[in-house]
């Protein structure tokens, strides 16, 4: 069963923390603060915990389905979580050290530039998440409820 009120709740945190951060970094001293800092490392651990958890419980379950349909885009979503990791990955290592959780901002105007694409790259995947995958997972738990109740 996948628990959608915990990934609701995740898509929120994420979707308020990121409004917030993107808010605060317009002034380049507030991206010197330790609440920023902080923020940003919440944003960094809610992502990767998110994007783990739909991998596992929802497109884990539809690429097991015999319909073809929920299957393949179970596939494009997994295809894309590895593109979004990699994009990720590459945009910490330019913006900050995660052993010392500490931002590195040589450049202002670059770093707010590749923030709101990359912030504006997860939200736009929890918007895809919500319109196409949690309506094939809750079809898929309804039909094994109607099979099982036969």
């Known amino acids: 069963m996948v628990d959608f009120a915990r990934c609701h709740e995740q898509n929120h945190k994420i979707t308020e923390i990121s409004n917030v ?25 809610k992502v990767r915990q998110h994007m783990e958890t739909v991998d596992a419980q929802f497109c884990g379950r539809l690429i097991q389905s015999q319909d073809r349909t ?16 990699r994009i990720f990955a ?20 670059a770093f707010v530039e590749d923030t709101n694409q990359m912030f504006g790259l997860v939200l ?16 898929l738990e309804e039909g094994a409820g109607q099979t099982a109740a036969a």
């Open 124 to 139: 736009d995947r929890i918007q895809r998440e919500t319109e196409n995958l949690y309506p094939l997972i809750r079809r």
């Open 21 to 45: 951060f993107l808010y605060l970094i317009r002034e380049r001293a507030m991206c010197d603060t330790d609440c920023a800092r902080q923020l940003f490392f919440e944003y960094v651990t």
């Open 90 to 109: 590459a945009y910490l290592k330019d913006w900050c050290d995660e052993r010392k959780r500490e931002l590195k901002i040589a450049d202002h105007a």
């Open 70 to 85: 929920m299957a393949n885009t179970a596939d494009r979503f997994l295809s894309g979580s590895v593109e979004i990791k």
